[in-house]
């Protein structure tokens, strides 16, 4: 069950029911709770929402900044109809590292705030009675994990989240947990793989069980039409006249997976599928088979009250507002999001460029934040780092593999690759992941400003490049923004001169922007400095034949940590925190709905 990352169904083999709604809560700064029988238990709790982070609850600020171990609980029943049955509890996210307690016992333990985890309770919980969930949560940053940070201690003893990255360190149950059932005899993942060959489709398969069994797989289209059936664990399934999932076109077909034991139904899973191909050709990125040009944005899973807590509010208002814009695309920048991100991107048709928690292996970043002055790939962190690290990008390509949506995965942001020291890290690291996905689509890392063309030691590795770059914001500022421009230009003339041969994407580029704070001639932070900023961008982009795509930093203003560079957060949004356009917004809805899918390829 370790890795059995199978996103919840209900059907006739398979029941799930959320355990979302307030749970109760507690705060262990002392790391009392082990020997105080809280596994139990909670004394004096107080209640809180699940999913959420904590945080934006509280209006203490020791409470909002709390770092350290945290405590939740909540009963929940267990039919006895349950019994002989697998029975998990599945926690879609827990940040970062939780202890799962099923009426007092230890379950298990996990580490990676981001992705999805099942403690199997089978043989914990009562049938037809009570049970009570108690999960010993931790949010301490290090550098042995992901996100990278330290955790420092004040004079007043209090813990304090020291980030090496730029978003608000939010904490706790941050996605539902789910109460499983499922047969002890069953499907535990399952793999598709579309090419393209004449008018036909061929989808090869594999599906995982934990028995050997007879598997059956059953495509059906939109319509509930059965186009193509397989039998065995691994297969090929032809379609004639395939429907493509296309860009901003989506179409999905149900792929329905049964198992048989004695002859005997014990198993059956379904999900969404989109039949199409994505490659890289050059500086093209191919969607079956057709250049594509990237238009969209870097976000955030940040909102309001919930902090990272997934809300299907703000997803749905996202969706409708990239839509609107004009995007095609998004990057989960800086870990993967909720499950319910990609099953609503695959069926609006969003690529999505999906990023693992790598973020912060820069000390130049974390100097920024609070000054530092080391080499990151030279720390003795590095290796217990680099296993968590492989182990989230195995999980994170477990998870979200099938989804048509996903174009491509992004292995770190930022990384230091200017040190030769991380050469051998990255070149395990492309490596070691060269294999974890049937669909082998591109891999790929955001370059920092200081990573160019001379002086990253790592540009043999992605297989197209991810740059992040600030003129216009972090230097040649303001009045200045020719000279950034210029240096753009020159920048990017370096890459043309060494025959690169492979597409650049700019995946982060913007300005802080307050909105409603409006200047004619512009100043920084004003609406018409952002827009200025962003056409800049525009120009240089549309000279380049090798940049294709534009995703801007960011959808929406985010929280940070508090600092002399944030004004309650970061405001490069083109949206503000709570979805309502800049100027900069109908700027790229101009600019994006003119823009054809393919251009630079006309
Ligand atoms: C980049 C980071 C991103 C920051 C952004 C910024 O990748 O997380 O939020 O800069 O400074 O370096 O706005």
Redesign the pocket.
């Known amino acids: 069950m370790e890795k059995e990352m199978l996103y919840p169904v209900i059907n006739a083999c398979r029941t799930e029911q959320k355990l979302d709604g307030m749970w109760q809560f507690k705060f262990d700064a002392l790391g009392v709770g082990g020997h105080e029988h809280w596994p139990a238990g909670l004394p004096q709790a107080q209640e809180i929402p699940v999913p959420a982070s904590f945080n934006d609850f509280f209006t203490d600020k020791d409470s909002r900044e709390y770092t350290g171990d945290f405590w939740y609980a909540r009963h929940f029943f267990v039919p006895a109809a349950a019994q002989g049955r697998f029975v998990g509890l599945r926690f879609d996210a827990v940040t970062h590292r939780a202890a799962i307690y099923v009426n007092g016992q230890l379950i298990r333990r996990h580490e990676g705030g981001f992705l999805p985890f099942v403690a199997d309770v089978t043989a914990a919980v009562h049938y037809g009675a009570d049970n009570l969930v108690v999960v010993q949560g931790n949010n301490e940053l290090s550098r042995e994990a992901l996100p990278a940070g330290d955790t420092v201690t004040l004079k007043n003893g209090k813990k304090m989240a020291r980030p090496f990255?730029?978003?608000y360190n939010y904490s706790g149950i941050n996605r539902s947990v789910h109460l499983l059932t499922l047969p002890q005899q069953r499907i535990t993942d399952y793999t598709v793989n579309t090419t393209l060959t004449g008018d036909a489709a061929q989808v090869a398969y594999t599906v995982a069980t934990t028995v050997p069994g007879t598997v059956t797989v059953t495509l059906t289209d939109a319509a509930g039409t059965v186009v193509a059936q397989g039998e065995g664990a691994e297969g090929t399934l032809t379609v004639a006249q395939p429907h493509l999932w296309q860009v901003r076109a989506a179409y999905l077909y149900t792929l329905t997976i049964q198992l048989q034991a004695a002859g005997q139904l014990v198993d059956e899973y379904q999900d969404s599928i989109g039949l199409r191909t994505i490659a890289i050709r050059g500086h093209q990125i191919l969607v079956n088979g057709q250049p594509v040009y990237l238009k969209g944005f870097?976000r955030h899973e940040d909102s309001p009250f919930a902090g990272r807590g997934f809300d299907q509010n703000v997803e749905a208002k996202d969706v409708a507002l990239m839509a609107w814009t004009g995007a095609n695309s998004f990057r989960t920048?800086?870990y993967p999001y909720a499950e319910e991100v990609y099953q609503m991107a695959d069926r609006a048709g969003f690529l999505v460029i999906d990023e693992v928690p790598a973020?912060g292996f820069k000390m130049a970043?974390a100097s920024f934040l609070g000054g530092l002055d080391q080499s990151f790939f030279g720390g003795d962190w590095i290796k217990p780092l680099y296993t968590k690290h492989l182990d989230q990008i195995t999980d994170m390509i477990r998870r979200d593999k099938n989804h048509p949506a996903v174009l491509a995965w992004s292995l770190l942001?930022?990384p230091d690759t200017c040190d030769d020291r991380s050469v051998p890290y990255f070149k395990q690291l492309f490596a070691d992941t060269a294999a974890l996905d049937p669909q082998r689509r591109p891999r790929t890392f955001?370059l920092?400003e200081d990573d160019t063309i001379t002086t990253s030691k790592d540009l043999q590795f992605p297989d197209f490049y991810l740059l992040?770059r600030?003129p216009g914001?972090?230097h040649y500022a303001g009045y200045a923004l020719s000279d950034g421009e210029a240096a753009l230009r020159a920048e990017l003339d370096q890459w043309a001169s060494s025959g690169i041969d492979k597409p650049i994407v700019f995946s982060?580029f913007?300005a802080?922007t307050e909105a409603g704070l409006h200047k004619l001639p512009s100043v920084m932070w004003s609406e018409e400095y952002q827009v200025e900023v962003l056409q800049m961008f525009s120009r240089v982009f549309d000279s380049y034949p090798f940049i294709r795509g534009e995703q801007v930093?960011?959808f929406a203003d985010f929280q940070?940590v508090e600092g002399t560079m944030r004004v309650n957060g970061?405001k490069?949004g083109i949206f503000t925190r709570d979805r309502q356009p800049k100027a900069a917004a109908f700027y790229y809805r101009q600019r994006w709905l003119a823009l054809p899918l393919n251009f630079k390829n006309d």
Do not use: P
Request: aromatic residues 24%; charged residues 20%.
């Open positions: 990255f730029d978003f870097g920048a800086h973020v970043a942001n930022e955001t920092s992040n600030y914001w972090y982060e913007g802080d930093w960011n940070t970061n490069k």
